[in-house]
């Protein structure tokens, strides 16, 4: 599977936008998707996830719950995650992923594939 994110871009504290992740392949719906994202200086961390399939199942980092979400169109091969009332500390670039494993998963170890990462920038 190969992904390819794309929609970073610079807002403004309070704004929006949309990443998209576009996958190869026939095989998309068999993947639970990911999001992840790395600050300058930071660990890399789990930001939001959506089950395979039907996408049933969603995990969401604590930072993130309540103002992103994420979804998924198999037909159209994508996984999305809308954020809404940006902060500058949602600064970082943001990675997708995909996972064989069942559910939601919320460990990057659980994630077999990698896209490259786009820059989200949130000035104040």
């Known amino acids: 599977v190969q992904l390819q994110a794309f929609g970073g871009g610079l807002v403004q504290a309070g704004g929006s936008l949309r990443l998209s992740c576009a996958a190869s392949?026939?095989?998309?719906?068999?993947?639970?998707m990911g999001w992840f994202r790395q600050a300058p200086g930071k660990e890399r961390e789990f930001v939001a996830a959506?089950?395979?399939?039907?996408?049933?199942?969603?995990n969401y980092a604590d930072s993130v719950k309540g103002r992103f979400t994420i979804s998924r169109d198999n037909a159209k091969n994508t996984v999305f995650l809308q954020m809404n009332s940006l902060k500058p500390e949602d600064t970082a670039v943001y990675y997708c992923a995909a996972s064989s494993w069942v559910g939601a998963p919320i460990k990057d170890y659980s994630y077999d594939y990698w896209g490259q990462g786009t820059q989200v920038t949130v000035s104040s």
């Open positions: 959506i089950s395979r399939s039907g996408g049933g199942s969603t």
């Open positions: 392949g026939r095989t998309f719906s068999r993947y639970g």
